[in-house]
């Protein structure tokens, strides 16, 4: 069950923000590399932090698995308290 990354309902992957040191967020470039998501920015040179879906107003993020569950909202810069 869950097995594999996909994205719905558009053409692109979208839901995710990267951040530098300086902590302003940015919206990423995100692509689906086998079990994994990789995001990038041209605005941020050395990511630190990532985060998904992280406002109410992001409904249109669209990163599910392939049986159709939805990923759940995350922030790696809780992790790093």
């Known amino acids: 069950m869950g097995k594999g990354l996909v994205f ?3 053409d692109k992957l979208q839901g995710f923000e990267i951040a530098g040191k300086d902590h302003p ?3 990423a470039d995100a692509k689906i590399e086998g079990d994994t998501v990789v995001v990038s920015s041209e605005k941020v040179a050395e990511p630190v932090h990532v985060r998904y879906k992280s406002h109410n107003s992001c409904s249109w993020a669209n990163l599910f698995n392939k ?3 939805p990923a759940f909202a995350f922030n790696t810069r ?3 308290k």
Do not use: I, K, Q, S
Request: no cysteine; hydrophobic share 50%; proline share 0%.
């Open 25 to 27: 967020w940015h919206w």
């Open 8 to 10: 719905r309902n558009g």
């Open 78 to 80: 809780w992790l790093a």
């Open 67 to 69: 049986d159709r569950w």
